[in-house]
């Protein structure tokens, strides 16, 4: 467990309308992380941080932002949602826990569905 | 640019046989590998990986994974399967030594195990 919490867990938003998923961490980890999952896609990230409002894009960041304000929380923001962003989304840390690798947790998730 | 690949989308086996689900990567240099079981509705579970040393390594729930370096191959494997290992199984790599955003590790698309009883 690497004390990480996702809210909201589950969420149905209007086309159109902003989104915030917030990602709570208690164990002080500098990288956190954003993905998305996807059927036929796996994971894919969206963004990441390195440090309070240090951050920077992955692989699919269009339509969505980030911020950190303080070590423990990462936001992702939909700032105007669309139905291609129906997913569900996943906040991780990573940590030098049990030897070097830098080894990814991940949150329980958030289940986004945009109608 | 690193790369993972899961080749098969689903894999059957009966309980109580042994299983692998196969993973191979690209990377420059050397990997660091990793496996992640996901069961339904929840989040990705750390499992094992590997960094150096042994190439068998052993992880949670009775798990192994076999590195070989030849065939850039990280199966993981177990001897006696549980319906209870129906998951959800992702590999994972990343360069060792990386720093920055490649760190990074990328991600397969995922193996579905069903284990029959």
């Known amino acids: 467990d690497a004390g990480i919490t996702q809210s909201p867990r589950h969420k149905v938003t209007e086309t159109g309308t902003p989104v915030t998923l917030r990602c709570h961490q208690t164990?002080?980890?500098?990288?956190m992380y954003w993905y998305r999952q996807d059927p036929g896609h796996g994971l894919r990230l969206i963004h990441y941080?390195?440090?309070?409002?240090?951050?920077d894009k992955g692989e699919v960041s269009d339509g969505y932002s980030v911020s950190r304000s303080k070590t423990e929380d990462f936001l992702l923001t939909l700032e105007s949602a669309t139905s291609s962003q129906t997913s569900v989304y996943f906040c991780?840390?990573?940590?030098?826990?049990?030897?070097?690798?830098?080894?990814?947790?991940f949150g329980e998730g958030s289940w986004l569905t945009v109608v | 640019a690193q790369s993972v690949a899961q080749p098969e989308d689903q894999v059957n086996v009966a309980e109580g046989n042994p299983l692998t689900v196969k993973c191979t990567y690209s990377?420059?240099?050397?990997?660091?590998l990793f496996w992640y079981v996901q069961y339904p509705n929840r989040g990705l579970q750390f499992l094992l990986k590997?960094?150096?040393?042994?190439?068998l390594v052993k992880g949670s729930y009775g798990f192994e994974a076999e590195f070989n370096k030849s065939q850039t191959s990280f199966h993981l494997k177990k001897p006696s399967a549980l319906v209870s290992d129906s998951a959800l199984y992702f590999c994972?790599?990343?360069?060792?030594?990386?720093?920055?955003?490649?760190?990074?590790?990328?991600f397969g698309r995922g193996t579905s195990l069903i284990v029959h009883p």
């Open positions: 990377v420059s240099g050397n990997p660091y």
């Open positions: 590997y960094i150096t040393g042994d190439n």
């Open positions: 994972a790599v990343r360069a060792a030594g990386a720093s920055g955003g490649s760190y990074i590790p990328t």
């Open positions: 164990e002080n980890h500098r990288y």
């Open positions: 991780a840390i990573s940590t030098n826990r049990g030897g070097s690798g830098n080894t990814i947790y």
């Open positions: 941080s390195y440090g309070v409002k240090d951050t």
